[in-house]
C-alpha cells in the first residue's frame, strides 16, 4: 500500500477518535446536575433547580410514581418536589428528562427520606360540628380546592423576596399532627398550621402570586382564599371572616387577601395556613428558608 494512502488512513483514524474523546468530554461537562435544597424527611418540601440552560429548555421530574413538569426562570429549570406525611422511610429514585434545544438529557439522584414525628392531638366536636365533615357540600368544596391546586406549576415566577408569615400570632395547631375528633380510632393528618388571631385582623398574602379561588362562607371552611405561587407550589388559608380578593386577582407579597374570622368547623378565632406542592400537604414553614437562587434578581 503507497505511503501516501496508508498516512492518510492514519491520520483520519486519529481525527475520529479524537473526536470522539472531545466530543465525549464535552458532553460530560455540559450534562447539567439536579440541585436539591430543603429537608429530607416527611412532610417536607425539596426546592429543585437544574441550572445553566437556554430558554427554550423544558422537562419533567419523576419522584414515587408522580410527574411533575419544571418551569423556566433565571436560566435554570425547578420546581418544588413533595415528601408526603405517610411516604415510608427509605431510598427513592428521583429522574428528570431535560431538552435542551436539540439535546436530551436523562439525570438521577437518589433521595433517602427520614422520619419525622409531628405529635397527636384530640379534639372534642358538637354533633352538627362533626356532621359538618360528612355535607355533600364540603365534600365538593374539597375538591374544588384540590382542582384548583393542580394550576400551581402554571403561571408568573416573580419571587422577589422570600415567602413571609401571612399572620403574625402563636401557632395554636401545628403541621402534620394526627388529629383524632371525639371517639375516632383513626386519626388525619393536619395538613396545615394554626396561627390563632382575633377576629378581623388582615391576613397577608405570603408571596406573590394569581388568586385561584376566593370563597365566602363555606359550611365546613368558612371564608377561602387559594393562591398558586407556580413551580408546582400554592397556599391556601381557611376560616377566614371576609375575603379581600377575587379569582384571577394577581397578589403582591404583603396585600391584604382577608381577615381572620371563626367560621365553618373552628374552636375559635385563627386562620388555617396550608401549603401544596404539586397537590401534596407539605410544611408552610419551610417557605420561610426559601434559597436565595430561586429569587428574582
Known sequence: M????????????FIFIFSLG????????????????????QGSVLFMEISGLSENSGGTVRFRDASYSLQ????????????????????YLLSAEISSGESVFNIERTINVSAHTYGVQRLWLSESQLASYDDPQA?????AILAALKLCDKGEIAWHKKFICPLSGYISTAFGLK?????????????????????????????????????????????????????GLGTIYLHLDSVSVSKGEYVKQG????????????????LHWAAYSHGTPVNPWQLLTLPASWLEP
Do not use: W
Open 139 to 143: 365534600n365538593a368544596d374539597n375538591d
Open 179 to 231: 388529629r383524632f375528633y371525639n371517639e375516632d380510632v383513626t386519626p388525619e393528618f393536619h395538613k396545615g398550621v394554626d396561627i390563632a388571631g382575633v377576629k378581623g385582623e388582615i391576613v397577608s398574602a405570603p408571596q406573590n402570586g394569581i388568586v385561584l379561588m376566593a370563597k365566602e362562607n363555606l359550611p365546613l371552611h368558612g371564608g377561602v382564599v387559594v393562591l398558586n405561587h407556580s413551580r
Open 255 to 270: 396585600d391584604e387577601i382577608g381577615k381572620v374570622g371563626n367560621k365553618g368547623v373552628s374552636t375559635g378565632a385563627h
Open 22 to 41: 472531545f466530543s465525549s468530554a464535552s458532553e460530560s461537562q455540559e450534562k447539567p446536575k439536579i440541585i436539591l435544597k430543603g429537608s429530607f424527611t
Open 2 to 13: 503507497p505511503k501516501n494512502i496508508i498516512l492518510f488512513v492514519f491520520l483520519n483514524a
Open 72 to 91: 423556566y426562570a433565571n436560566n435554570a429549570l425547578a420546581t418544588t418536589i413533595p415528601i408526603s406525611l405517610d411516604c415510608p422511610q427509605g431510598s
